[in-house]
């Protein structure tokens, strides 16, 4: 199979300079383009200086059909309000989009709906394999204890993280509610302060910490009256992340229109 150039939506952030990294680390990839905000002081530059390496010939853009122009596929890790554009680019463009953007609204997860209608679309709160063996653990332990088990989510992430709880522990909450078939945002307590009450049969309960350089970290707890279970997952570095994204690059170019996850990217059954 010929190398894959891959466009980098949100380049210049932490996650967009390890995808840039990973994908420069590989002999089946290629970079083709680097999307930043309009207006960036980055626009124009060689993609290189971001991996602190030699010029390698692609210049930074702010123009999101540019980035998906040039590329077979784009990953996608910028933010929530650039959704809707980057949507109508890889539309316009018809190239097979990765997104690993979290904190999305209502509006915007329509909008990526919408797209995966036209182009492939593979959408993930966290691309990592481990995280998405968690899933589907969940699931299944989920569907395996009744409701006499009562189900916590806690994420601890470090300071910089504006999303709480994060996209990973509100699909780890999901996950559970398809094992269980029940609603999820229904069931959901998203946080909890002040004099709440006792704790309703069948709630998926959540908590968020925030704190120093911490990559993740997410517990899925099973509690009863006399025993607990505990699913745990401890990331330690940024950049699997980053491989799980380009390995979904990889997997879905030449895959048809529609909505794809990292468990159809990794083959996992549930």
Not at 60 to 82: G, Q, Y
């Amino acid at each position: 199979m010929s190398e894959l150039n891959i466009g980098i939506a949100g380049v210049a952030g932490r996650m967009g300079v390890m995808i840039l990294k990973d994908i420069l680390g590989r002999d089946t990839t290629t970079v083709a383009s680097g999307l930043v905000r309009t207006g960036s002081n980055l626009v124009g530059s060689d993609l290189g200086a971001l991996a602190s390496i030699e010029p390698i010939g692609v210049a930074i853009t702010d123009n999101p059909k540019t980035c998906f122009a040039n590329a077979d596929v784009v990953v996608d890790f910028s933010l929530p309000e650039a959704i809707e554009e980057l949507a109508e680019a890889a539309i316009d463009e018809k190239k097979p989009w990765v997104v690993g953007t979290t904190g999305l609204s209502k509006k915007e997860e329509a909008i990526l709906r919408g797209a995966s209608e036209k182009v492939p679309v593979v959408f993930a709160s966290n691309m990592s394999l481990g995280v998405n063996l968690l899933f589907a653990l969940v699931e299944q332990v989920a569907r395996s204890l009744d409701d006499n088990f009562d189900i916590e989510i806690l994420d601890f992430h470090h300071k910089h993280k504006v999303d709480a709880p994060s996209g990973t522990a509100l699909t780890l909450g999901e996950a559970a509610a398809v094992g269980r078939g029940i609603d999820f945002k229904s069931s959901a307590t998203l946080s909890r302060e002040g004099v709440v009450g006792a704790r309703a049969k069948g709630e998926i309960g959540f908590s968020a910490l925030r704190g120093g350089a911490v990559v993740g970290e997410h517990a899925v707890m099973f509690a009863s009256a006399g025993e607990r279970l505990e699913l745990h997952h401890k990331a330690s570095d940024r950049s699997i992340y980053a491989a799980g994204a380009v390995t979904a690059g990889l997997w879905v170019r030449d895959k048809p229109t529609g909505m794809y996850s990292m468990k159809d990217v990794l083959g996992i059954k549930t």
